[in-house]
């Protein structure tokens, strides 16, 4: 649960920062980031900061083993995919997610 929820606030304040150009995707992204604020138990007084670096740190990365460094895809870096399976974004979920991590939200809300 913990990773997820993590990716996805990242995914979302990730596209908002790099796809301003794209009003529709930057205006969704945005609307996605506050709902996720309203649903998941996410410390957010320090995690924004958090979340910030770690997008900083991959958004610019180029897979020198893929066909992006040929020049021929433009904007397609699959940072996005990277960050998700990366140990970082492991570690800093399990930092700011309130609660126990490794429990679904279904698991913690049963009726």
């Given at each position: 649960?913990?990773?997820?929820?993590?990716?996805?606030?990242?995914?979302?304040?990730?596209?908002?920062f790099g796809l301003t150009a794209y009003k529709a995707f930057s205006?969704?992204?945005?609307?996605?980031?506050?709902?996720?604020?309203?649903?998941?138990?996410?410390?957010?007084?320090?995690?924004?900061?958090?979340?910030?670096?770690?997008?900083?740190?991959?958004?610019?990365?180029?897979?020198?083993?893929?066909?992006?460094?040929?020049?021929?895809?433009?904007?397609?870096?699959?940072?996005?995919?990277?960050?998700?399976?990366?140990?970082?974004?492991?570690?800093?979920?399990?930092?700011?997610?309130?609660?126990?991590?490794?429990?679904?939200?279904?698991?913690?809300?049963?009726?």
């Amino acid at each position: 649960m913990g990773v997820e929820l993590v990716f996805h606030r990242l995914a979302s304040k990730s596209m908002r920062f790099g796809l301003t150009a794209y009003k529709a995707f930057s205006l969704d992204a945005a609307r996605t980031a506050n709902a996720m604020r309203e649903w998941m138990p996410f410390d957010i007084e320090s995690g924004d900061e958090k979340i910030n670096a770690l997008i900083g740190k991959y958004k610019s990365r180029v897979n020198e083993f893929h066909s992006e460094t040929k020049g021929k895809s433009q904007g397609v870096t699959l940072n996005c995919l990277r960050l998700y399976h990366s140990p970082e974004l492991d570690k800093l979920s399990r930092q700011l997610i309130a609660g126990n991590p490794d429990r679904t939200w279904n698991q913690d809300n049963a009726k």
